[in-house]
């Protein structure tokens, strides 16, 4: 990473349920790099905010998206198939960020080209840990094509 | 139901069997003449028309009725003829000029033969012998009233050959009962009672042959006026108008067998008459009348002993069919009865056996067997198993038919000898080619009393170069004891068990339909399972951790602010947040366990328990754990569950350790057909009182606060080793150390499969 300014990164948040929107949220007051979280509460705004459809037209393209798998009206496999078969948007890194460990959801996940899967922790100081590393990592060390 | 007494060999049968009508020789008392229609030119006519007529045969072949009879009568005769049933002419009587005004009487008779012609038959008439037609009506109202107070069959029979006699006035009168199987008994007899009683006798099926009893029932009356008489030609031998020998099928002129009339002169007969009695168009017994001297009897009178003889036969029949009928009915509310326990059973099969009416009633059985999906049910006294094994092996390669019945199983199948005190009888229905419904009858030791030894019924002699038959020359009483034999299967019997065949089948193809729509709701259910599991390591967990989370996010955030108590909250929740989560994870992993989901596979128990071991890593080396193991076998098994399995009993190993260094050993030893294994410690151990109860499903011996837990590990082991059909046991004393032992079958479920091919060795047939 050059000396430059710093570029503000947008988190594109995807998950239905309010609590853990807050609490990601409260996890990232912590984080040094600045950073901007647009939240969808499920699949369909979710597309419809990527794909700046109506009342997004204007939106920002998001740098990371955290993507949780179970979502009313449009599940987040679906998304996430959407996302990655989408030549506008199959660059964008895609985290699952989920409580199932379950190993279909796993293999399924990969093969729909997921950038990586996380289990969400049951523990709050893993979960400040992990959301630390996505940060360090997908948004520092990893060189990401500019879009 | 009796041993075979029928010479069987080669060419007996085509001797016995000899076509009597063709017989072309008639009793002389008699003439015969063959006519063509409609000008009744006469064709052949019986060698003895000098003796009767007074006329040669060439006198009369050639020539017409008109030659022989006054116009007048011919005239009638045509008359007579062009009426739809012959019965109206016959008996004509008919007065044949000898010489001059010599006229002689006869009771002519006509008949049709199968191939058109005219037969007529003359017999002298005896003036004494007319009776007018209402003495006969009383005659026979006075024997059926007489009837009518009478219930059983051998009194119905009684009065018949006494009726008969005093009409007739034969010597003897004898009523005759066939068999199934052709033999006959006597079961009526009236006679001089100087004369040896025939009574109760039997005579073997050869005495009267397969076409003799056909010519029976097709003749209904038969009368040999003089066994001794020489029977005289047809002439020509050959009809000119069908080329072959006259027809004399229906004739009732017609000369008996050279056997037959030899059979009555060993007997003792100089005149016979026979009176078939038929039931449902078979024919059921005989009136046998014999006179030890020549005895004629009139047309008529013949005729109206027929007539008794039927009007009486009818009421036994119709007091059989009573009997028959009560019975049936008896067995058709057994049978239904049966088919209502059947339904209302889970098993069919209980339905049968379990209750009052049982399927014994219904065939009058001492024992009966259901052989179902491989397994058997007994009731009453019934051959063992392994014998069963076998009889239906025998049913299944040699009867096809929907039923089977036998009152002598051992003469069909000779291995049932050993089992005769039970099973001499034996009716079987097949409900499939591998399920069978059994009854069995044990054997009744009769004696059968014939008149004369029936293998010795008839024997053979060379005459002027043809082999022929000759019947037997004694006839006295000869006992026989006859073995391998129940008590007869009845027809209404036979006919209730293919009745409750129909109702099994009916029942067992319902129940099968059941047992697909269970397999699919299992399918469903199963599959509604899998989906819970999912929901509940998911679904239920996100609530869970979002508890967790806000509280420590709070304590995170406020610990400056709160207090100690509040910290000891806050923990407390956190702890049972935590512990929520682990008893999640645990049922989950119990209900994964499934022996639809076991994977079988060649597994090396070192590698699985290695594999445990790295689980435990952190633990064993926080307890500084000693853990060592035999050289382990590889097993059929499922490699995942079998490194659970070590995990869970290694794990407990570490956790109830003692004060000393924990020492754990694993080994394992060869038994017969499996594999034990034994997981040792040295630690607390387990007072024996709990030994079983530490493997059910949230059973605990401590508190968490001794030693954390959910109270599943035990339970999830148990049904692992449930699932590989092994056991799992524990051997410990308090303060000592336990050893868990379990086995696993060598090969998997190889013994199994091993159960399977016995089994079709056993009933591979048919399958």
Not at chain 2, 383 to 393: A, C, F
Not at chain 2, 568 to 579: C, P
């Amino acid at each position: 990473m050059s000396g430059e300014d710093v570029k503000s990164r947008t988190i594109f948040l995807v998950e239905d349920n309010k609590a853990d929107i807050r609490l990601i949220q409260e996890v990232l007051k912590n984080s040094l790099l600045p950073h901007q979280v647009i939240t969808a509460r499920d699949g369909v705004d979710a597309m419809a905010y990527l794909n700046q459809e109506g009342e997004y037209k204007d939106a920002l393209r998001p740098d990371l998206i955290l993507l949780d798998l179970n979502l009313p009206r449009k599940d987040g496999r679906e998304v996430l198939a959407e996302i990655k078969t989408d030549p506008k948007l199959r660059r964008i890194p895609v985290i699952v960020l989920t409580t199932s460990s379950n190993e279909e959801d796993i293999y399924h996940s990969y093969d729909l080209h997921v950038n990586c899967y996380i289990t969400k922790s049951r523990n709050l100081s893993q979960l400040f840990q992990i959301v630390k590393i996505i940060e360090d990592f997908w948004l520092s060390v990893v060189t990401l094509p500019l879009e | 139901m009796i041993n075979d007494t029928s010479l069987q060999s080669v060419d007996l049968t085509h001797l016995r069997e000899a076509p009597i009508h063709f017989n072309t020789q008639i009793q002389p008392h008699g003439v015969l003449i063959v006519l063509q229609e409609p000008e009744l030119s006469i064709l052949q006519v019986s060698s003895n028309v000098y003796t009767h007529f007074g006329v040669t045969e060439s006198d009369l072949l050639e020539g017409t009725l008109f030659d022989l009879l006054d116009p007048f009568q011919v005239e009638q005769i045509q008359t007579g003829l062009t009426a739809e049933s012959l019965d109206y002419l016959n008996p004509t009587k008919i007065w044949v000029r000898k010489r001059g005004d010599d006229y002689a009487v006869f009771d002519a008779v006509f008949h049709r033969t199968s191939e058109g012609l005219l037969v007529l038959e003359l017999e002298p008439t005896f003036a004494h012998e007319n009776i007018p037609f209402l003495s006969f009506y009383h005659l026979a109202r006075t024997s059926i009233n007489r009837l009518e107070s009478t219930t059983n069959l051998r009194d119905f029979c009684q009065i018949i050959v006494q009726e008969v006699r005093k009409i007739t006035g034969f010597d003897r009168v004898m009523l005759y009962k066939f068999d199934h199987d052709g033999h006959g008994s006597v079961i009526g007899e009236e006679k001089l009672s100087h004369l040896e009683s025939y009574l109760g006798l039997h005579y073997p099926e050869s005495d009267i042959p397969k076409p003799a009893r056909k010519l029976f029932a097709s003749n209904w009356i038969r009368l040999i006026p003089d066994t001794h008489a020489e029977p005289v030609e047809v002439v020509p031998a050959i009809n000119p108008i069908t080329e072959s020998p006259a027809n004399l099928t229906n004739s009732v002129l017609r000369s008996a067998s050279k056997c037959h009339i030899e059979y009555l002169h060993n007997m003792g007969v100089g005149a016979s008459m026979t009176i078939s009695l038929i039931k449902d168009g078979q024919l059921w017994g005989l009136i046998a009348c014999h006179h030890q001297t020549p005895k004629y009897v009139s047309y008529e009178l013949r005729k109206a002993c027929e007539f008794l003889g039927r009007v009486i036969f009818s009421e036994i029949s119709a007091h059989e069919e009573t009997q028959d009928y009560d019975y049936r009915m008896q067995l058709t509310h057994i049978q239904s009865k049966l088919v209502e326990y059947m339904s209302q059973s889970e098993n069919f099969v209980d339905g049968l056996v379990q209750h009052q009416p049982n399927l014994l009633n219904l065939a009058n059985a001492q024992g009966a067997a259901v052989y179902f999906g491989g397994k058997y049910t007994l009731i009453g006294e019934t051959p063992k198993e392994e014998d069963l094994n076998y009889l239906i092996q025998w049913l299944q390669a040699n009867v096809n038919e929907d039923v089977f019945y036998t009152n002598s199983l051992p003469q069909h199948y000779p291995d049932a000898e050993k089992y005769k005190n039970v099973a001499s009888g034996l009716l079987a229905i097949p409900i499939s080619k591998r399920n069978y419904v059994l009854w069995f009858r044990p054997e009744v030791i009769q004696t059968v009393n014939w008149g004369g030894d029936p293998n010795n019924a008839f024997e053979l002699s060379q005459a002027e170069g043809d082999l022929r038959i000759s019947p037997r020359k004694s006839f006295e009483l000869w006992k026989q004891t006859v073995r391998l034999t129940s008590l007869p299967w009845q027809l209404v019997e036979v006919k209730a068990a293919l009745e409750l065949r129909k109702g099994i089948v009916n029942i067992v193809l319902r129940q099968a339909d059941e047992l697909a729509q269970l397999a699919r709701d299992l399918e469903l259910s199963n599959a509604e399972l899998k989906k819970f599991a999912y929901v509940a390591s998911h679904d239920l967990q996100e609530p869970l951790n979002q508890v967790a989370n806000y509280v420590q996010l709070l304590e995170m955030r406020y610990s400056n602010e709160l207090d100690e108590d509040a910290t000891e909250f806050i923990n407390y929740a956190v702890e049972g947040v935590s512990l929520m989560q682990t008893l999640i994870d645990d049922v989950l992993a119990y209900s994964k366990v499934d022996v639809q989901a076991v994977e079988f596979e060649l597994t090396d128990a070192n590698t699985s328990l290695e594999r445990a071991l790295t689980h435990l890593r952190q633990r064993t080396a926080e307890t500084k754990a000693i853990i060592t193991h035999d050289d382990l076998p590889t097993v059929m098994a499922d490699r995942t569950q079998l490194m659970q399995l070590f995990q869970n009993l290694v794990g407990n190993a570490i956790k109830f350790h003692s004060d000393e260094t924990p020492k754990i050993h694993i080994s394992t030893t060869r038994l017969e057909d499996e594999w034990l294994f034994s997981v040792y410690d040295n630690g607390i151990g387990i007072d024996p009182k709990f030994s079983e109860r530490i493997f059910v499903i949230f059973q605990r011996l401590h508190t968490r606060d001794e030693y954390p837990g959910t109270g599943m590990g035990l339970a999830i082991c148990k049904k692992i080793i449930e699932c590989h059909r092994g056991r799992i046991w524990v051997e410990s004393k308090l303060g000592e150390g336990a050893t868990f032992y379990f086995t696993l079958p060598v090969g998997g479920q190889r013994s199994e499969r091993r159960g399977r091919k016995v089994q079709n060795n056993i009933f591979g047939r048919g399958q």
